[in-house]
């Protein structure tokens, strides 16, 4: 991905604040927007964390209770209410079937995907812009996606394990194969940052020439578009069993990364900051390379790749709670759901009865919305 190709040629801290021993003025801190500053523990910075989580808490039951109201077929209220309602065995109404599937079996799964798809990728990309102290870091850039769509068209193109995988079994395969390529390259190495940055953009290339071969050695036009649009995102094929899926492991993903909130702290000053600390910088970084790994592996497959979630979010966040992980995680989690779940929403409802891919969206929202925080950061 784009991202991935411009991550290589860009230091760690392009963005990122350096060091707290490369001779700053003693007593100085890097403002709350930058990611690698000391923790804000005042007061003030701890309510204002406190009542952003509240208010995106607040904003995400109201924005999946919207969406699910949004789409070609006009749904009211009181027939989300009544859909609710019956399946909780309240004594109301019962929506007539048509109705009722469209709520309960399209809409709703779909706009819960959005939810967890989007907290997944912003945290991930939360946690590896501090793990490799780059700026431009994002889901992708360990080349997961990229082997995510060797593997779906594996399966779509060469028909290879299409009885036995599926598209969404074949995208996690090459994403875990891509991720396991990666480890195997980096083996010798300390998990130095640059290392893996560098690693990352070449592991995902080489999966994306191979998924250019395949296609046009092998597709027809017909089933071109169709890995294209699959490609750039959709939340369309959401159903109840891979909305389980993504709901298992994410929390657990989430959870994991919030435990190491006080490692991450320390690695984004660097590795020798972090050892001084007592943190086991190898096995802390990897740990995390894999808890990421993981995580986008399973949004990637369940509904293709979607970029920007990962990178602009996680820099918006920081910008409004600071650099502390312990709050910028929850913080990113919720800010990436609703973003996702909106995102999606304007996707399904900008062309109706057309639907937009939802990658090209976040593309078209993200890229002035990260210009913009580049422009109050003084970058521009």
């Known amino acids: 991905m784009a991202t991935e190709q411009a991550a290589a040629g860009h230091s760690a801290d392009l963005l990122l604040p350096p060091p707290a021993a490369s001779g700053s003025r003693p007593g100085s801190r890097p403002a709350a927007g930058d990611a690698g500053g000391p923790p804000d523990t005042g007061g003030a910075g701890a309510v204002r964390a406190a009542a952003f989580a ?3 808490a607040g904003v995400l039951a109201a924005s999946v209770a919207a969406a699910v109201r949004i789409g070609t077929a006009d749904v009211g209220w009181t027939d989300v209410a009544r859909a609710f309602g019956g399946r909780l065995g309240l004594p109301v109404e019962p929506l007539p079937p048509l109705l009722d599937s469209l709520v309960w079996d399209l809409r709703l799964p779909r706009v819960l995907m959005a939810a967890l798809v989007g907290a997944s990728l912003a945290v991930c990309g939360a946690v590896l812009q501090a793990v490799t102290r780059n700026a431009l870091a994002d889901p992708y850039l360990l080349g997961v996606s990229s082997g995510a769509s060797t593997g779906a068209v594996t399966v779509v193109v060469l028909g290879i394990g299409s009885h036995a995988l599926g598209v969404t079994g074949g995208a996690l395969v090459g994403a875990l194969v891509s991720f396991a390529l ?5 083996r010798r190495t300390g998990l130095d940052s640059s290392r893996i940055v560098l690693t990352g953009v070449v592991v995902g290339q080489l999966f994306t020439a191979l998924t250019s071969l395949v296609l046009m050695a092998s597709a027809d036009a017909d089933t071109t578009r169709a890995v294209t ?3 750039l995102g959709s939340m369309a094929p959401a159903r109840w069993n ?3 899926v993504c709901a298992a492991v994410t929390p657990l993903g ?3 990364a919030w435990l190491c909130s006080t490692a ?9 900051t972090a050892a001084s600390l007592g943190i086991g910088v190898r096995h802390t970084r990897l740990l995390l390379l894999v808890v990421t790994a993981v995580l986008t592996a ?9 970029g920007f979630a990962g990178l602009i979010v996680p820099h918006g966040v920081r910008f409004l709670v600071g650099p502390l992980h312990r709050v910028l995680l929850p913080c990113t989690a919720l800010a990436g759901a609703v973003f996702l779940v909106w995102t999606d929403a304007l996707a399904r409802a900008a062309f109706a009865p057309r639907e937009v891919p939802v990658g090209v969206v976040t593309a078209l929202l993200g890229v002035p919305l990260f210009l913009l925080v580049l422009r109050r950061r003084g970058e521009l």
Request: proline share 0%.
């Open 182 to 186: 990666l480890l195997l390259l980096l």
């Open 54 to 56: 509240l208010l995106g």
């Open 264 to 272: 991450l702290d320390g690695l984004a000053f660097g590795s020798d």
């Open 254 to 256: 989430l959870a994991a």
């Open 298 to 306: 399973v949004a990637v497959a369940t509904v293709g790749a979607i």
């Open 229 to 231: 649009h699959w490609l």
């Open 242 to 244: 891979t909305v389980a």
